[in-house]
């Protein structure tokens, strides 16, 4: 990114765009048995930054959000859920000191966070035009970043491990048909740490909302595993989560 | 409210404030079995507003919650918990329409919601400058409000009622010494509707974080009703969540 390039933008950031607010998405992504997060990094930076961009003046906040992850990683119909706010004193001022101070970038910015969950061989990462890389990044441990966004990141994965404390996951993640190993692996991963196999059958169990199938995955040496699938009605029910 | 006294009021918050960011708190109050909200209501004007303000230049958001909660209720010492941001596209642009284009209350604004849950004896509201009173009203049915505070208030309300379907809650709101009667009371004043008494208590009970006294409440002429009180380490260690 040269000096012109973000002074342009920010020209034209002033003109068309709500001063003050920014958006940055978190985007997890589950694939063989790993919990990863979409990063970009910008031209002659070191290190990774949040997909995120600016409100504009004619556009609501889940709108942007949308607009932003698209243009910027080429991340499409993603389903995001707002997480968090953050708007400390600092949190992003000192990052473009260097700059001149009418430069878009340089004010203070809150920033809104939203996050996904997605099943990553649906998202092809796409770098736009400030960025030399949009990759997908383990997140343990979480890769050096700009500013706050390893907070941002955090919060967002906090996020996540609360609502699989109390709410079903795996739908659209898994297979139609997965084992119950398969489905530990996708809790391991969101919560970083290994489970007991027997405590994680039993909680699941009790969730009922798992159909065990009659048929049995073919190949390996060893007995085959039981094979499951969700069961739609009572996973979406659960999902609701009032149940007093 | 004059008119004279919301152009000094935009004159000042032009010099100190962070434009296009307003800040609305949700503060629910539980008294005699019933679920309050903490409203104002502007001069001369029909409808009730939430205490709402704006970000000062040189403060953090969660900072800047708690001092407009202060100055606009006299509401002290509360612990505010984040729970969204509203930024639709006329939100509450057409809300000044009649003042000059230059007032500052007629930017768009981005409004970040809190919400806190308090014992109602411990909160004596005081109205501002701005407003007639600031009282305690009922959730069940919310009353008429300006913009969309209605919306901010439901949204409130669902995040609370999403807490208390897999978190306790009651501590600090209810008396040391509780029937479950009264426990259940608390739950259905936050859910707006009648619960099954056998159903509440077994899952109370699988919860597992109430500890029966020896002694009972006296007074009735029928049974003394078995008292309770929170097991405070199970009841935090509930709180935190996360179990798997």
Not at 155 to 173: Q, V
Request: with cysteine.
């Amino acid at each position: 990114m040269t000096n012109q390039d973000i002074k342009d933008a920010s020209a034209e950031l002033w003109q068309n765009s709500i001063p003050h607010i920014s958006i940055d998405s978190v985007v997890f992504g589950f694939l063989n048995n790993q919990l990863n997060v979409l990063l970009l990094k910008i031209k002659e930076e070191e290190n990774w930054i949040l997909p995120g961009g600016y409100l504009q003046k004619n556009e609501g906040i889940d709108d942007a959000a949308k607009r932003i992850l698209y243009e910027r990683s080429g991340a499409d119909k993603i389903f995001l859920n707002h997480f968090g706010v953050f708007g400390d004193l600092n949190r992003s001022e000192g990052y473009f000191k260097d700059y001149p101070d009418d430069l878009w970038h340089k004010q203070r910015f809150i920033t809104i966070g939203y996050y996904a969950l997605v099943d990553q061989t649906q998202v092809n990462p796409i770098p736009d035009h400030f960025t030399d890389c949009c990759e997908w990044k383990p997140v343990h441990p979480i890769p050096n970043m700009v500013m706050d966004h390893e907070i941002i990141i955090k919060k967002a994965l906090s996020t996540l491990r609360e609502h699989i404390s109390h709410k079903p996951i795996g739908y659209n993640l898994l297979p139609e048909a997965f084992t119950l190993p398969e489905l530990q692996g996708l809790y391991e991963a969101i919560l970083g740490e290994k489970l007991n196999r027997g405590n994680f059958y039993r909680k699941m169990m009790r969730y009922d909302i798992l159909i065990k199938l009659d048929e049995q995955r073919r190949g390996g040496a060893y007995k085959a595993p039981d094979l499951y699938k969700f069961d739609e009605d009572k996973y979406k029910k659960a999902l609701g989560g009032l149940n007093w």
